[in-house]
């Protein structure tokens, strides 16, 4: 799908779960918004995305929670907790955008700011150019907004993640129940989606295998396949059973460290980072997704209070600039805790020192002697 101006007052790099989620943030808040992806469909990488309840939280903001409910089963624990298909998501925030909200198709090449005027300029695949007043980079980890702006995240844990679905047609047997086990390096964890569908992921040390393999389905199943070698019978038969095409590997867990979090500023003029292209962490807390769902109520809410956005270009800007510093003092330590406690557990997953491990023990019981409180934020209403 192609744009049909040269000039688009905010503009959101990326359609994944961040994108669309901060889209339709706007869109409830009376605030238009163009999607540019690249990719010529949806794209929902991962399988699935655990949604703790600052998740569900964020979902019913953005008014696609009560829809989501219906899709998944509710995990056994204290608060909401609930594994989602990554499609089931992306599609309903996609759908709930109005029409011409996203292109497809269009990649943004690189951004830069106008010498004269400071507004980004994007230049898209084919040399076409796009004015923009507002960007948003809501691209992943490989995000093209965070590159120019220096924040990419280029620190890595060599540890890799296998995910899948495995579908029991007489019922699985885990009820409601999450399920992690342990052998060694490698763990495996089991949650219901509902009386039939299991979740899976296999976390474990990065091998020269995982390159090759990530390129072909039935290779990824032969590693989850002996990557369970040992396990109890019941997970062995879940990775040889599991369904083909819903096999993803990860194989290197990349973040942005904490202390880059503390010191990047994540804006230029009015261009902002959200979701992985500001705050990439590996998976051991689950968060990842949720933290962008956050991302976007926040933004939005921000955003909203520059009552003229698009009057002015002067004053605009300086509103614009404004709202993202607000956004940006509210994220930060958010996600900066986050981030400290994800590289606590992975680097006690991915050192070989048991002296490293035994610190990283010891400062995830100092600093978040309440593991779970992660999970009690609230971000707030729209």
Same mark, same amino acid.
Request: proline share 3%.
């Given at each position: 799908m192609e744009i049909g101006d040269t000039k688009e007052n905010i503009v959101i790099v990326g359609g994944g779960i961040c994108g669309l989620a901060t889209a339709l943030a706007l869109h409830r808040k009376g605030i238009r918004s163009v999607v540019l992806e690249r990719s010529n469909t949806l794209r929902a990488t991962g399988a699935a995305i655990i949604v703790h309840p600052n998740g569900w939280r964020a979902l019913d903001q953005l008014g696609v929670a009560s829809h989501l409910r219906q899709t998944s089963i509710p995990i056994l624990s204290k608060e909401e907790l609930r594994c989602l298909k990554r499609t089931d998501l992306v599609d309903i925030l996609a759908n709930s955008l109005p029409r011409n909200t996203l292109h497809l198709g269009c990649e943004v090449l690189s951004i830069k700011l106008d010498p004269i005027t400071s507004s980004p300029v994007l230049q898209l695949q084919g040399g076409r150019l796009l004015n923009a007043k507002v960007?948003?980079?809501?691209?992943?980890?490989n995000s093209a907004i965070s590159n120019m702006m220096g924040v990419k995240a280029e620190k890595i844990f060599t540890v890799s993640v296998i995910r899948g679905f495995t579908n029991y047609p007489n019922g699985q047997e885990l009820g409601s129940q999450f399920r992690l086990t342990k052998k060694d390096d490698t763990q495996v964890g089991q949650l219901p989606?509902?009386?039939?569908?299991?979740y899976w992921f296999i976390t474990r040390k990065y091998t020269c295998q995982d390159s090759m393999a990530s390129k072909?389905?039935?290779?990824?199943?032969? #590693? %989850?396949? &002996?990557?369970?070698e040992g396990f109890p019978?019941?997970?062995?038969?879940?990775?040889?059973? =599991?369904?083909? @095409?819903?096999l993803h590997l990860t194989e290197y867990l990349r973040y942005h460290a904490p202390w880059d979090i503390?010191?990047?500023?994540?804006?230029?003029?009015?261009?902002? #980072? %959200?979701? &992985?292209?500001?705050?990439?962490?590996?998976?051991?807390?689950?968060?990842?997704?949720?933290? =962008?769902?956050? @991302?976007?109520?926040?933004?939005?809410?921000?955003?909203?209070?520059?009552?003229?956005?698009?009057?002015?270009?002067r004053g605009a800007k300086m509103q614009v600039e404004e709202a993202f510093d607000e956004y940006l003092k509210e994220r930060k330590m958010r996600i900066l805790r986050l981030s400290l406690q994800m590289y606590l557990i992975g680097k006690m997953l991915d050192a070989s020192s048991q002296f490293v491990k035994f610190i990283c023990i010891i400062l995830l019981a100092v600093l978040f002697s309440d593991s779970h409180g992660h999970t009690r934020y609230d971000c707030g209403s729209l």
């Amino acid at each position: 799908m192609e744009i049909g101006d040269t000039k688009e007052n905010i503009v959101i790099v990326g359609g994944g779960i961040c994108g669309l989620a901060t889209a339709l943030a706007l869109h409830r808040k009376g605030i238009r918004s163009v999607v540019l992806e690249r990719s010529n469909t949806l794209r929902a990488t991962g399988a699935a995305i655990i949604v703790h309840p600052n998740g569900w939280r964020a979902l019913d903001q953005l008014g696609v929670a009560s829809h989501l409910r219906q899709t998944s089963i509710p995990i056994l624990s204290k608060e909401e907790l609930r594994c989602l298909k990554r499609t089931d998501l992306v599609d309903i925030l996609a759908n709930s955008l109005p029409r011409n909200t996203l292109h497809l198709g269009c990649e943004v090449l690189s951004i830069k700011l106008d010498p004269i005027t400071s507004s980004p300029v994007l230049q898209l695949q084919g040399g076409r150019l796009l004015n923009a007043k507002v960007v948003i980079g809501c691209d992943g980890v490989n995000s093209a907004i965070s590159n120019m702006m220096g924040v990419k995240a280029e620190k890595i844990f060599t540890v890799s993640v296998i995910r899948g679905f495995t579908n029991y047609p007489n019922g699985q047997e885990l009820g409601s129940q999450f399920r992690l086990t342990k052998k060694d390096d490698t763990q495996v964890g089991q949650l219901p989606m509902n009386k039939n569908l299991v979740y899976w992921f296999i976390t474990r040390k990065y091998t020269c295998q995982d390159s090759m393999a990530s390129k072909s389905q039935k290779l990824i199943w032969n #590693l %989850a396949v &002996d990557s369970v070698e040992g396990f109890p019978t019941s997970i062995i038969e879940m990775a040889k059973n =599991c369904e083909l @095409d819903s096999l993803h590997l990860t194989e290197y867990l990349r973040y942005h460290a904490p202390w880059d979090i503390l010191r990047r500023r994540f804006r230029e003029g009015t261009v902002t #980072l %959200a979701g &992985d292209a500001m705050h990439a962490m590996g998976p051991f807390l689950a968060q990842g997704g949720s933290a =962008c769902l956050e @991302d976007a109520v926040v933004l939005a809410r921000c955003l909203a209070r520059t009552s003229h956005i698009h009057r002015n270009a002067r004053g605009a800007k300086m509103q614009v600039e404004e709202a993202f510093d607000e956004y940006l003092k509210e994220r930060k330590m958010r996600i900066l805790r986050l981030s400290l406690q994800m590289y606590l557990i992975g680097k006690m997953l991915d050192a070989s020192s048991q002296f490293v491990k035994f610190i990283c023990i010891i400062l995830l019981a100092v600093l978040f002697s309440d593991s779970h409180g992660h999970t009690r934020y609230d971000c707030g209403s729209l």
